[in-house]
């Protein structure tokens, strides 16, 4: 069982910057692709990023492209995500995921989730 928490998310005026971090329980979590995806109230789900397994290979929702940067460090077991340029429709609940590939992941077919971290992106 792979479980996965989420770290970063907070309160952010509009153009301002978060970094968020998830960090896998067991040294199985480099094998895993993993996603970042997010929820607002009222909203349904949708995918924002994934990173392959060896961080080679990435995709980004086109909402993000340009101001969100997926990155992995398979020596602390740790994928991070990079929010530059914040806007209030990124406010929501981000939640990282893990998947047996890249492909599943931006599918939404993930195997474990993490909790979930508040952003909020307000004046």
């Known amino acids: 069982q792979l479980e996965l928490a989420e770290s970063g998310g907070g309160l952010v005026q509009p153009g301002g910057t978060l970094r968020l971090s998830c960090v896998g329980s067991?040294?199985?979590?480099?094998?895993?692709?993993i996603g970042w995806f997010r929820q607002a109230p009222g909203k349904e789900r949708e995918t924002v990023s994934c990173?392959?397994?060896?961080?080679?290979?990435?995709n980004y929702a086109n909402s993000v492209k340009g101001r969100f940067t997926i990155s992995r460090d398979t020596s602390k077991n740790t994928v991070d995500l990079q929010m530059n340029s914040l806007q209030p429709e990124d406010t929501g609940t981000y939640y990282c995921?893990?998947?047996?590939?890249?492909?599943?992941?931006?599918?939404?077919?993930?195997?474990?989730w993490g909790e979930g971290t508040l952003v909020t992106v307000s004046s």
């Open positions: 067991q040294f199985t979590f480099n094998s895993y692709a």
């Open positions: 990173i392959s397994t060896g961080g080679f290979t990435t």
């Open positions: 995921a893990a998947s047996k590939t890249r492909r599943d992941c931006e599918r939404g077919e993930m195997n474990y």
